[in-house]
């Protein structure tokens, strides 16, 4: 069965850290460029971070939102054919659903953070629940 499955959601207190891992079953991830979205009540889905697929050509890519950049880490887990997100000094407007989504082949995310695909991905996971409380 081919699907992209999110984990390591959960509550915790401004400050405090959480690590999302996006797991695939039924293709090999590393081939993929990977995003994470996030979602928040009444808000549009926004993008989070990337980090583009494996390719000889190319050195790898990674992109983070303004709002995030220098608390979020992404980084591959190729022997668990998976996509973590490190959360750190988490602040109450993190709070989301958070949705990890996979494109085949490789994608320069600093520019593909910005195009017309950016939401149009191959795969999407069915979200885990981020809550942050003060």
């Known amino acids: 069965q081919v699907q992209l499955v999110e984990s390591g959601g959960g509550e915790v207190q401004t400050g405090g850290s959480l690590r999302l891992s996006c797991a695939a079953s039924?293709?090999?991830?590393?081939?993929?460029?990977v995003a994470w979205f996030r979602q928040a009540p009444g808000k549009e889905r926004e993008g989070v971070s990337c980090?583009?697929?494996?390719?000889?050509?190319?050195?790898?890519?990674?992109y983070y939102a303004v709002a995030v950049k220098g608390r979020f880490t992404i980084s591959r887990d190729n022997a668990k054919n998976a996509v973590n997100l490190q959360m750190n000094d988490l602040k109450p407007e993190d709070t989301a659903v958070y949705y990890c989504?996979?494109?085949?082949?490789?994608?320069?995310?600093?520019?593909?953070?910005?195009?017309?695909?950016?939401?149009?991905?191959?795969?999407w996971g069915e979200g885990t629940q981020v809550t942050v409380s003060v």
């Open positions: 989504a996979a494109k085949e082949k490789y994608y320069y995310c600093p520019r593909y953070a910005y195009g017309d695909s950016w939401y149009n991905n191959d795969y």
């Open positions: 039924g293709f090999i991830l590393d081939y993929y460029t």
């Open positions: 980090i583009s697929s494996s390719d000889d050509s190319s050195d790898e890519s990674t």
